[in-house]
């Protein structure tokens, strides 16, 4: 290396430093600086800089220094989430151990929030449906009914045969698709990850079906108040009839790969029980509540659609736990493959939406031949439709319980007070009791067996 050139202004000439000496250069801090490791104490070296201990490599070190065993009243809290792929979603929930044993689980909540029943006030009534099917955003066909059918019941709005039998067929096939869902995520949650790919698999023969209905493979906007979007397209009976033999067959499969085997029994058996009264107690509905013995199902005690017409069995359990929950959510397909199978039979024929100027859009081919199909439309889309004052609750059976739409109308065409009793969010207070006393492998089981959708939760 050359010498570096002489600087101006009467400077002394210096030399550059090569590579080494530059390495060995040191600058001195004073009496805040460090020794060297081996110039210092092991107390030293144990002082934490930046969350990181400073341990010599090499160093031998007295047991005494170092207080490797906490106290029997010690305890730890642990956060899985709110990224961890197991919280089904963004929850944090956090945890409180001692050696491995959970004491307190918290599931902490909001980090989700869009505000969508907020929103949902700020809409007029037809444009609701397009909000309310994000909210739990794997079976948003629930969503857009419980919305739809309190508005209607503010509007005293009759709807066609066909528009009733195609929503319970939308629905159905929506509640396979999202227990499909769960048994994949689930699987891969307790290790058995071929159901992964297996359960995804099935449910891309729904989601088909879906956007060759709607356009759309999720968050719909085709169940909307008066009726439906559209109709059945050409062909849906075989669609229909492929999907339940498929589905059907497949389940068989499940069965052979999921229930007898050793190692997920074990994970679930005993798993996060719990009894009907604190079930009762918490609110909770759905597989959670059918797993401890109460046998409620808004499908058949507060019937809506044509569900009195249809033969369906509630799967109960009687232990509560999550092994119950895993068995109610395989037979509740087989249920509905068997509902399924019955609206495709009965579906009647007629008109998919009420025929209400007032209420609901004129055919498009009727804009360019009709001033007043072209006048409606314009006031329906721009003004919306007024809604006489009161005020409306229609629950629903989605695939996690009851899922509930409260709606106010103040006389104009948005909804005063837009409220959203979201299954998820009810359900979710079941952890704590679930998980005390098991372990971290049990807090992952009884999330999952609770199937909750965070977007249901922080709406």
């Not at 902490?108 to 809409?123: A, P, Q, R």
């Not at 979710?428 to 939760?457: E, K």
Request: include cysteine; charge should be negative.
């Amino acid at each position: 290396m050359t010498d570096a050139p002489t600087g101006g202004g009467g400077g002394a000439a210096r030399g550059a430093l090569s590579l080494d000496e530059l390495l060995k250069a040191k600058t001195s801090e004073g009496a805040q600086e460090m020794l060297a490791r081996q110039d210092s104490t092991v107390r030293e070296l144990r002082s934490e800089v930046g969350g990181v201990l400073r341990l010599p490599e090499g160093v031998d070190i007295d047991a005494s220094d170092v207080n490797y065993e906490a106290p029997d009243d010690e305890t730890m809290i642990l956060n899985l989430g709110p990224s961890h792929p197991s919280t089904h979603g963004v929850l944090r929930v956090m945890v409180e151990i001692k050696g491995e044993q959970v004491l307190r689980t918290k599931p902490v909540i909001g980090y989700l929030h869009t505000g969508m029943e907020k929103t949902g006030e700020e809409l007029m009534f037809h444009q609701g449906s397009t909000n309310v099917t994000r909210m739990d955003y794997l079976s948003p066909f629930f969503n857009e009914l419980a919305y739809s059918l309190s508005v209607e019941k503010l509007t005293g709005t009759t709807l066609p045969d066909r528009a009733v039998w195609i929503r319970m067929l939308m629905c159905e096939l929506n509640r396979i698709s999202s227990h499909l869902l769960w048994l994949a995520t689930n699987g891969a949650d307790l290790g058995a990850l071929n159901m992964l790919v297996y359960g995804w698999r099935e449910r891309e023969l729904v989601l088909a079906f879906f956007e060759k209905v709607t356009g759309l493979r999720m968050n719909h906007n085709y169940i909307r108040p008066g009726g439906v979007a559209a109709d059945l397209p050409d062909g849906w009976r075989d669609d229909v009839d492929a999907i339940c033999d498929v589905v059907s067959r497949r389940m068989d499969e499940y069965d052979n790969l999921l229930t007898g085997q050793p190692i997920l029994q074990a994970r679930m058996d005993g798993v996060g029980a719990l009894d009907a009264a604190t079930a009762v107690g918490l609110g909770l509905t759905g597989p959670l509540l059918r797993s401890t013995g109460v046998s409620y199902d808004v499908r058949r005690d507060f019937p809506y659609l044509a569900y009195e017409a249809v033969d369906f069995d509630v799967i109960v359990g009687t232990g509560g736990d999550c092994w119950d929950r895993f068995a109610i959510r395989m037979n509740e397909i087989r249920e509905s493959l068997k509902i399924v199978r019955q609206v495709a039979k009965a579906m009647p024929a007629g008109d998919y939406r009420v025929q209400d100027k007032k209420l609901t859009p004129p055919p498009r081919n009727r804009i360019d031949e009709s001033m007043e199909a072209l006048i409606h439309h314009f006031k329906l889309f721009t003004e919306g439709f007024r809604v006489a004052p009161g005020d409306a609750y229609v629950p629903v059976e989605s695939p996690r319980g009851e899922l509930g739409c409260y709606v106010v109308s103040d006389g104009t065409s948005r909804p005063y007070r837009l409220h959203v009793r979201g299954p998820s969010f009810s359900n979710l207070q079941a952890l704590a009791p679930m998980a005390r006393g098991g372990f971290i492998p049990d807090v992952i089981a009884c999330i999952s067996s609770i199937d909750p959708v965070l977007g249901d939760v922080d709406r």
